[in-house]
């Protein structure tokens, strides 16, 4: 399995990003994709969930309201729309995968991870 994370950048404070990861070898549907992110300094966290199977979404606190999870099995892409940035979402987000339909919010429940994308967020 391999998972490719892109479209991180650079956006001003209000703006939006959508975070692609397009995930290979994914051989059923009994699994989670995550949305993690690293700030400088911090612990890797829990951003984002979503089941592929069903389509179940879960979110951390610090981004309900302003960031959609979603997929598109045929292109076996999860996405992450992010809007009205600030800069306490600037990080390294990563996305993983994890076999199992449970979203988990601990890192070390998921068993693959893509290489990561940058989002920087100026105030």
């Known amino acids: 399995v391999q998972l490719q994370a892109s479209g991180g950048g650079l956006v001003q404070a209000g703006g939006s990003l959508r975070l692609s990861c397009v995930v290979s070898?994914?051989?059923?549907?009994?699994?989670?994709t995550g949305w993690f992110r690293q700030a400088p300094g911090k612990e890797r966290e829990f951003v984002a969930g979503i089941r592929w199977s069903g389509g179940n979404t879960y979110y951390a606190d610090s981004v309900k309201g302003r960031f959609t999870i979603s997929k598109v099995s045929a292109k076996n892409t999860v996405y992450l729309q992010m809007n009205s940035l600030n800069a306490e979402d600037t990080a390294v987000y990563y996305c993983a995968l994890r076999w199992g339909s449970t979203v988990h919010t601990a890192e070390q429940r998921y068993n693959f991870w893509g290489q990561g994308t940058l989002v920087t967020v100026s105030s």
């Open positions: 070898g994914r051989t059923t549907n009994d699994a989670a």
